[in-house]
Nanobody, 120 residues
Framework: QVQLVESGGGLVQAGASLRLSCAASGSIFSISAMGWVRQAPGRQRQLVASITSGGSTRYADSVKGRFTISRDKHTVYLQMNSLKPEDTAVYYC????????????????WGQGTQVTVSS
């Protein structure tokens, strides 16, 4: 089965950097898009960044100029610079994946989440 495994979260001070990684594995035929969504207690879920198979990227306004999403095969990265306390959240990797033996049927998969905490 397909699974996404995340890593790279942690506790840092404001202004520091972190790099999140998410590796997809399993019976994958193709991945059309991968991205990062964050969830903070009492806050709405927010799409942070996404990248398509063609390399097109999108960012939430609040992270533009600070975060960079990139992709290498079935792994997506989120380089986070100049972190702010407002960035504190659980970050979830997600991907739209077409499985082997399941033509023309893509499904959304989610990682387990990784905690990012930014102190003042």
């Amino acid at each position: 089965q397909v699974q996404l495994v995340e890593s790279g979260g942690g506790l840092v001070q404001a202004g520091a950097s972190l790099r999140l990684s998410c590796a997809a594995s399993g019976s994958i035929f193709s991945i059309s898009a991968m991205g990062w969504v964050r969830q903070a207690p009492g806050r709405q879920r927010q799409l942070v960044a996404s990248i398509t198979s063609g390399g097109s990227t999108r960012y939430a306004d609040s992270v533009k100029g600070r975060f960079t999403i990139s992709r290498d095969k079935h792994t997506v990265y989120l380089q986070m610079n100049s972190l702010k306390p407002e960035d504190t959240a659980v970050y979830y990797c997600n991907a739209d994946i077409e499985r082997l033996g399941e033509p023309f049927k893509s499904s959304a998969y989610w990682g387990q989440g990784t905690q990012v905490t930014v102190s003042s």
